[in-house]
C-alpha cells in the first residue's frame, strides 16, 4: 500500500472546526447518538459489575439483586484465596512489566537510534509476538515447559508475560525515539560528555514517559491475562484464574468489589498521565 | 513385575526427567522415558499390595516431620463452608489447615499438576481428593502418589468400611483412602419440569431442547450413554463404547444438550440454564439446603454410576506427616458424622450412621427430624435396593484402551 | 574504538530482549511443532516419531470447529466494522476538543478484567436473569427462550470484547485525513455520498485493514467468551486446544490444532502484512 498519507495538519488550527460549515446536522445527529448508544452498550457490563458490588446478597453467591449494601468492601479480603491470588497477580505484574520495560527499552532504543544487521528479523519477531494469538503463545510456551519438564508456577508465569510485553515497550520507546533530536545529543557530546554520560543524562530523561507509559501497558496487560497464564500457570492461582475457577461455582462480591477498585484505580491513573501529559505539552 | 510397576520410587525414577544437553537440543520432551514402561505392556495392572509397600513406604516416610500447616485441595460443595472439622483440627493438633476448593473435574485437574509432578516440583497442596476415575490410575502410575504409611492410620484400620480397601482402583488402599462415595444420577427441576423424572432416557426428551445438562468428563458422559442402552459399563467393549458416543451425538445433534459441564452444572441448575441434568448426589441436597431450593435428585431406573473420592498425598508435598494425620482424623467416628451430616455423600465409615441417629436424638423439633432424614437418606446410606442400581466405572486393562475411550466420546465434549 | 563500540552498541542493547524472545516465542514454537509430532499418552510419555497422522486426526476430527471460528470470526469482524466505522468517523470528524474524552470512554471496558467483563454479559442474558425474566414473566417469550449458549450470544461477546481494537486503527486513519482535503472533495462532486466514496473510504481503508487484522485473529482464536457465553453447538477451536492441553494432556493432539489454526491465520497476516507494511501495522498496533 502506497503512503497516502498526507501531512498532518498543525493542531493548532483545530482541523474539525475549519470542516464544520459543510456539516450536514441531520448526519452528524444521527452519528452523536449512534456512537453514543455504543459507548452505552460498552457500560453496561461495567454499571452491572460495580452495581453488584453493592449488592446486600445473602450467601456467597451474587445473582440476584437483594438491596443495596456497603459491607462487602469492609469484607473486602474475607476470602483468603482470593486475596492471595490477587495478590499473586500484582506482584507477577510489578516484576514483569519491570523486566519488559528495562529489555523493551533496549529494543526500542536501538531501533529507533540505529541501523543494524537483524533490525528486519528483530521487527518481524516483534510484529509477530503482537499479532499472534494468545492461545498459541500460551500453548506454545506450554509445550516448552513440559517438553523441558520445567514445571509451572509463578516464575513461568513471569516469563510468559515479559515475553508478549517486551514488544509492546519496545514499539512505544522506539516511536518515541525516532522523533528525538540528535542535535541536543551532539551538543552535550561536543561539551565533552562521554555516551554514557549523553545518555541517562540527556536522552534516557527525554525518553523516560515513553518507557513509562510502555511499563504501565505492560503492567496492565500483565494483570488482566488470563489465556496465557492460565496455560503457563500449573496450580498456581492468579487473579483472573480464581474469578475462571470460582464462576463455576459461583462468584463471590468481593470479586466485585475487586473488580471495581481496579476499575476506578485504572481510570483514575489514565485521567491523571493524560492530564499530565497535556499540560505538559502546553508548557 | 507388578511389583516394579507399582514401586512409586522407581516410578518416580523413571518418569523424571534426567535433564542433559542432549535433551535441550532435542526437545522433544518426555520421549524416552516411555520405552521403559511400554516394554512392561502393563498399566497399574496387578496388585499394588503389600508387595511392593513396605520399602517403598518406608523410604517416601523416612525423615519427614510434621510442619503444622497444610494444603488441602478439595472438590466445591464437600465440606460445611465454615470448615467445622478442620477448625476441630486445628485446635487439636496446632495443624493449620488452608483448605482450597481448586478441583472441579478429574481431567484439567490432572493436566495442571501433572507438568510440576513430573517436575519433581510441589503443586502447593500436601492432600487432594480425587476421583476413581482414569485420572487415578494416570496419578498412580506416574508415580505422583505417595504410598501411604497404615501404622499412622489408626483410626482408618479401625473404622473404614472394608469393601472399600477391595475396590480395584487401588486395593489394600495403597496410595489412597476414601474421602466420600457417591452416585452420578439426574437433577431437575420439577417446577420447570412439570412431572417426576425417573428414567434416564428422560435426558433424550426433545421436550427439554437447549435444558439438558451433560457432564464433559467422558468417563461420567460415556457411562451415562452405555446405561442408557442398557449396558454395564463395567463390562462395556469398544463396540459399545462406539454404540453410546452415537446415542449421545445423536442427543447433542438433536439440540437438546444445553453444555457440557463440569462442577459448574449445579450454578447452571441454579440459574434456570438447565432444568435437567447429570448430577452428583450430595451437591443437589446441599443445594437446596443452602439457597433454600427444591431440586430433586434421583438415581435413573437403567441405573447410575457410583464412585469414589479419594484422599491422597502427591509425592512432592512438604508436609506430608500433617496431611496423614488429617487423613486418620476424618475416620474418627464423630468427624466422619458431621462431615456425612453436611455433605450428604456415602461416609465411608459405617459408624458414622449411628452417630448421626445419636446426634439426632440430642435435637428436637425440625432439626431432629432433618437429621434422622440425612441418617436414613438413601443417598448417604444406600439400601442394598439403591445398590443394585449403581455400576461401576469403566475399568481399562491398558493405557491405550483408555486413550481408545476418551478418543470415542471426547469429540462429543469438544464439539 | 569508539566506532567499534558505536557499532555494537545496538546489538547490545538488543541482546537481553532479543535473546528472551528467542528463548520464549521462536524456541517454543518448535518444541511445539516438536510435540505435534509426537505419539504417546501422558504417564508412559510422548515420543518423537514424525507422527504426521496427528495432523490427519486432528483435521477429521475438529474440522467443524476450525470451520465454526473462521465463520464467527467473519461474521463479528463485519458487525466490528459495522460499528465501529461510524463511531470513529463521528469522533475523528465531529470530536472537536473531546476526542481523547470519546476515545477514553470506548477503552473504558479495558479496565475491567477481560473474564470479569465477559462473565458479566453472562450474569445479564441468563436465562432466568433481569432481561429475559420479566419478558417470559409476562408471555413475550417461551419460558425454554434462552439467549446464552446461542452463536449470537458467542459473537456479541466477541464483538463487544474486541470493538476498541476496530475503532482506534479506523479512527487514527480518519484523523490523519486532513479536512481541506474534504472540503475540496465536496466541492468538487457536490454530492456528499460521492466525496465519502471517492476521497475518505480510500483514505480511511488501511485503517479498516488494520483493525481486521488485529480483530479478527485474536476473534476467531479465542475460546473465553465461546467458554462463558456459548452451548454445545458453539465450540470453537480454541477451546478445543485448550481443552486438549489442560483437560486432557493430549499435547500431540493439541500441538497440531495450534499449528494448524496458525498456519490458517498467518496466511491471512502475511497477505495482510504485505498489503500494509509490516511497520505501518505495527504503529497503528501500538496506539
Known amino acids: 500500500m502506497s503512503q497516502t498519507t498526507l501531512e498532518r495538519p498543525a493542531p493548532a488550527a483545530e482541523p474539525a472546526h475549519a470542516a464544520r460549515p459543510k456539516r450536514r446536522l441531520g448526519g452528524g445527529t444521527l452519528l452523536f447518538i449512534y456512537t453514543w448508544l455504543v459507548i452505552l452498550w460498552l457500560i453496561v457490563p461495567i454499571f452491572v459489575m460495580i452495581a453488584f458490588s453493592f449488592n446486600d446478597t445473602k450467601g456467597r453467591y451474587n445473582q440476584e439483586w437483594q438491596g443495596f449494601t456497603f459491607k462487602w468492601y469492609g469484607k473486602i479480603f474475607e476470602i483468603e484465596d482470593l486475596t492471595k491470588a490477587l495478590w499473586t497477580s500484582l506482584i507477577i505484574a510489578v516484576i514483569s512489566s519491570l523486566l519488559s520495560g528495562a529489555l523493551g527499552t533496549g529494543i526500542g532504543y536501538a531501533l529507533g537510534r540505529y541501523r543494524f544487521r537483524g533490525s528486519g528479523t528483530l521487527n518481524l519477531i516483534m510484529f509477530a509476538t503482537i499479532s499472534s494469538p494468545e492461545l498459541i503463545m500460551g500453548a506454545s510456551l506450554l509445550s516448552l515447559f513440559v517438553s523441558l519438564a520445567l514445571g509451572l508456577g509463578a516464575v513461568t508465569i513471569t516469563i510468559a508475560h515479559v515475553m508478549f510485553s517486551i514488544s509492546f515497550v519496545a514499539t512505544i520507546v522506539r516511536a518515541r525515539v525516532v522523533t528525538l533530536d540528535r542535535s541536543i545529543e551532539e551538543a552535550a557530546a561536543d561539551l565533552g560528555a562521554s555516551a554514557w554520560t549523553t545518555f541517562w543524562k540527556v536522552t534516557f530523561p527525554i525518553i523516560l514517559p515513553a518507557v513509562f507509559s510502555g511499563v504501565l501497558l505492560a503492567f496492565a496487560l500483565s494483570i488482566d491475562d488470563f489465556v496465557v497464564t492460565n496455560f503457563t500457570a500449573g496450580s498456581v492461582t492468579t487473579f483472573p484464574l480464581w474469578i475462571w475457577g470460582s464462576t463455576r461455582v459461583g462468584l463471590p462480591p468481593q470479586v466485585n468489589v475487586m473488580g471495581t477498585l481496579i476499575f476506578a484505580v485504572g481510570v483514575l491513573i489514565a485521567v491523571i498521565t493524560n492530564i499530565r501529559s497535556r499540560s505538559g505539552k502546553r508548557g | ?415 | 574504538m569508539d566506532r567499534v563500540k558505536r557499532q555494537l552498541a545496538p546489538y547490545f542493547l538488543v541482546l537481553p530482549g532479543g535473546l528472551w524472545l528467542l528463548l520464549f516465542f521462536a524456541i517454543p514454537m518448535i518444541a511445539m511443532l516438536s510435540l505435534s509430532l509426537q505419539q504417546g499418552d501422558i504417564v508412559n510419555g510422548y515420543q518423537f516419531t514424525f507422527h504426521w497422522q496427528n495432523y490427519t486426526d486432528a483435521i477429521d476430527s475438529y474440522h467443524t470447529q476450525l470451520i465454526r471460528s473462521l465463520i464467527y470470526g467473519a461474521v463479528a469482524t463485519i458487525f466490528l466494522i459495522v460499528l465501529a466505522f461510524p463511531v470513529a468517523y463521528w469522533i475523528a470528524f465531529y470530536g472537536g476538543k473531546r476526542k481523547s474524552t470519546y476515545l477514553f470512554l470506548l477503552l473504558l471496558p479495558f479496565f475491567v478484567s477481560f473474564v470479569l467483563r465477559t462473565i458479566s454479559w453472562r450474569q445479564i442474558l441468563t436465562d432466568d436473569g433481569p432481561v429475559l425474566k420479566p419478558l417470559k414473566e409476562i408471555g413475550l417469550l417461551s419460558d425454554s427462550y434462552h439467549i446464552l449458549g446461542t452463536p449470537a450470544a458467542v459473537i456479541g461477546g466477541l464483538v463487544y470484547n474486541f470493538l476498541p481494537f476496530m475503532v482506534l486503527p479506523i479512527y487514527v486513519a480518519l484523523e490523519r485525513i486532513d479536512p481541506r482535503v474534504v472540503e475540496a472533495a465536496r466541492d468538487l462532486y457536490a454530492n456528499p455520498a460521492t466525496a465519502f466514496r471517492k476521497v475518505i473510504l480510500p483514505l480511511a481503508l488501511p485503517g479498516v485493514f488494520a483493525g481486521v487484522l488485529m480483530s479478527f485473529v485474536p476473534v476467531s482464536s479465542d475460546y473465553v467468551n465461546s467458554e462463558v457465553l456459548g452451548s454445545s453447538s458453539t465450540t470453537m477451536i480454541g477451546q478445543v486446544i485448550q481443552a486438549q492441553y489442560l483437560v486432557n494432556s493430549d499435547y500431540p493432539t493439541a500441538s497440531a490444532l495450534s499449528f494448524i489454526l496458525m498456519a490458517v491465520l498467518l496466511v491471512g497476516i502475511f497477505a495482510y502484512a504485505r498489503a500494509l507494511g509490516t511497520e505501518d501495522v505495527m504503529k497503528v498496533a501500538a496506539r
Open chain 2, 1 to 415: 513385575m507388578s511389583a516394579n510397576i507399582s514401586d512409586p520410587s522407581l516410578l518416580r525414577g523413571m518418569t523424571q526427567r534426567r535433564f542433559g544437553r542432549r535433551d535441550a537440543l532435542r526437545l522433544s520432551g518426555l520421549a524416552g522415558l516411555g520405552a521403559a514402561l511400554a516394554a512392561c505392556g502393563v498399566q497399574g495392572k496387578g496388585t499394588p499390595g503389600a508387595s511392593a509397600a513396605p520399602d517403598a513406604v518406608e523410604k517416601f516416610w523416612a525423615g519427614k516431620a510434621k510442619t503444622n500447616k497444610i494444603d488441602f485441595a478439595n472438590w466445591p460443595l464437600y465440606m460445611d463452608p465454615k470448615h467445622p472439622e478442620l477448625k476441630k483440627f486445628t485446635a487439636e493438633t496446632g495443624i493449620e489447615v488452608n483448605y482450597q476448593e481448586v478441583i472441579q473435574e478429574m481431567g484439567p485437574w490432572f493436566a495442571k499438576v501433572q507438568p510440576q509432578l513430573a517436575a519433581g516440583q510441589s503443586i502447593g497442596y500436601d492432600l487432594m481428593v480425587i476421583t476413581n476415575s482414569f485420572q487415578f490410575s494416570q496419578f498412580r502410575d506416574s508415580g505422583f502418589l505417595a504410598p501411604l504409611d497404615h501404622s499412622k492410620l489408626p483410626n482408618y484400620t479401625k473404622n473404614a468400611d472394608p469393601a472399600y480397601a477391595k475396590e480395584a482402583f487401588d486395593p489394600g488402599n495403597v496410595y489412597s483412602v476414601p474421602w466420600a462415595s457417591g452416585m452420578t444420577g439426574i437433577a431437575y427441576d420439577p417446577d420447570k419440569v412439570g412431572r417426576k423424572l425417573t428414567k434416564l432416557a428422560d435426558l433424550w426428551d426433545p421436550a427439554f431442547k437447549g435444558k439438558v445438562g451433560m457432564f464433559s468428563d467422558t468417563q461420567e458422559l460415556g457411562n451415562f450413554g452405555l446405561l442408557a442402552l442398557g449396558i454395564d459399563p463395567a463390562k462395556s467393549t469398544s463396540d459399545d463404547w462406539q454404540k453410546a458416543a452415537d446415542h449421545l451425538k445423536e442427543q447433542k445433534k438433536a439440540g437438546i444438550v444445553r453444555k457440557y459441564y463440569d462442577q459448574s452444572y449445579v450454578d447452571a441448575l441454579g440459574k434456570g440454564e438447565v432444568w435437567i441434568t447429570q448430577a452428583w448426589s450430595g451437591d443437589i441436597f446441599q443445594k437446596n439446603l443452602s439457597e433454600n431450593r427444591n431440586f430433586e435428585f434421583f438415581v435413573p431406573e437403567e441405573g447410575g454410576t457410583i464412585w469414589t473420592d479419594n484422599m491422597t498425598i502427591p509425592i512432592t508435598a512438604k508436609a506430608p506427616v500433617d496431611a496423614i494425620t488429617l487423613i486418620d482424623f476424618f475416620y474418627r467416628t464423630d468427624v466422619a458424622a458431621t462431615l456425612a451430616e453436611y455433605i450428604n455423600y456415602v461416609a465411608p465409615v459405617p459408624s458414622a450412621k449411628e452417630q448421626i441417629i445419636k446426634d439426632a436424638a440430642k435435637l428436637s423439633g425440625a432439626d431432629k427430624t432433618a437429621m434422622e432424614a440425612i441418617a436414613n437418606s438413601k443417598l448417604v446410606f444406600p439400601s442394598a435396593a439403591e445398590y443394585a442400581k449403581l455400576h461401576y466405572y469403566v475399568s481399562f486393562e491398558a493405557a491405550s484402551e483408555q486413550q481408545a475411550f476418551q478418543k470415542t466420546f471426547e469429540p462429543i465434549v469438544l464439539g
